[in-house]
């Protein structure tokens, strides 16, 4: 689980960005869905299914936008404020 802090005009907001990375099916659609480009497949790891799972590469670069977590068609994805 991942925790993160991010700045929306003057406003600061916390979030949690959590991936599960055993429901992940690799198919790339949440680092499409991103608009700071900022998620990635991650070839170094494999999930229990044999799928290089999704991850952040820079959570402070995140705007907690949620488009990844609203594409994920496996709801591997959360975000909450």
Known sequence: MLSYEFKRGSVMTMAKVTFNDDLCKGCGLCVNACP???LELDKNRLNNKGYHPAACTDLDQCIGCAFCATTCPDLVITVER
Do not use: S, Y
């Open 36 to 38: 700071k480009k900022i």
